[in-house]
């Protein structure tokens, strides 16, 4: 009976497949949904691929999915993966099912599945990953995700205890993930160890995990990145096994230390948040077995999508396309320190405003550090969307002077309100829901920056 639950949800969930397809609809979802609802069971039912990766953690699992299938397509491995789908259940079980005969074995060696945080529970316990890799755990939409110990809470319940775990040493929450699991590999960033933010903004871990005694930070890069100990207990910041111990900007290249070694790397990006990434991406491919130049040559090879980063030129205006993810403040804050960290002095940034704000609760914001805007190299900021007067009024909160900032409530007009003869250095920031409208506006500055006509 349950073998033949099973084959029903898999033929139903192909059907669909394939009558999305044929109507060129998005096919990420909807059939394992199906699936899912036949038969409950139904990722228990499937023989899954030999290696099964799960990619979680509150920001960077898209860019980390789309490098790790990326690499491990360059060396020639068949991979099945989720990350321009739907990470929840139902979009974890269409990945699968597609690449997956009648009878549910897997067509394709590793699987590279993005998890959604909270999916964990319908997820983990039916496939059980052999390696999971977490860059971070940080407060994100509080409507949905609560607090980090819930969301910990939830992988901790979930994960089985032979997952070989991969996790960010400078994030004490995330380090501290799955206790149980022998099999643990820490990574981290052992350069640049000062604090960034002075004085201490937003920390999701203050006390220790053992004693509940008083965290005291070494030093934090931002929010609880960082390394600290307890003054109480023995409890600290574990010791990375791999750690990025150098960064070339000008030949593009980062190095990073294991087992006494140091090899070197191509730097795709210097986003703080990506340095953390890329670390993590390599601990994990050199704990599943690849070599330095598999790995090395994987990456020369890859790039950021470039619906999350972009940069190009039209005329004297250099245009900078950078993924800022709402209702997530921490995002949102590395984004602002990175384009105020950005070499240039006549910045402007143009808030490309999330239309689906107007329903969403704002409180975000004052969990987000807009104190970065106030940095003397950005003489205007343009603010759009629904939510514009709220930034508006975060923005001041921040100490930013009022006639740096520039509102409008159309997303896609912020151009509108760019004076182009202040500022050359143009970052467009916009969240994941919000690409088509960020594409209209770089559309607009690129013909700005070539004739200057419209606006
Ligand atoms: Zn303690």
Redesign the pocket.
Known sequence: MKKIRFFIAMLAGKITLFGLKLLGRNATFLPGKIAVAIDKNFLAGLTPPKTVIAVTGTNGKTTVSNLLNSILLSNGYSVTNNSLGSNVQAGVATALLEDSTLTGKAKKEIAVLEVDERSSLRIYPYLKPDYLICNNIMRDSLARNAHTEFISFIINKALPKSTKVILNADDLVCATLAPGNQERIYFGLDVDKIHEEGPLYLQDIVY?P????LLTPEYLRYNHIGRMH??????RSPEPDFAITEINKDENKFTVMHNGISESYYLINDNIVNLYNFCGLIALLSTMGLSHKQISDGFAKSKIVKTRYDKLQSGDLTITMQLSKGQNPTACARCFSYVAKCPGNNKAIIFVGDDFEASESPCWFYDSNYSYLADPSINQIIFSGPRCMDQYLRAQMAGIPTDKIRTITDSTAGTELLDTQLSKDIYVLYGPYMVKQANLVKEKLIAIGAGGEDK
């Open positions: 220790c053992h004693c509940g005694g307890c003054e109480k207990c023995d409890f």
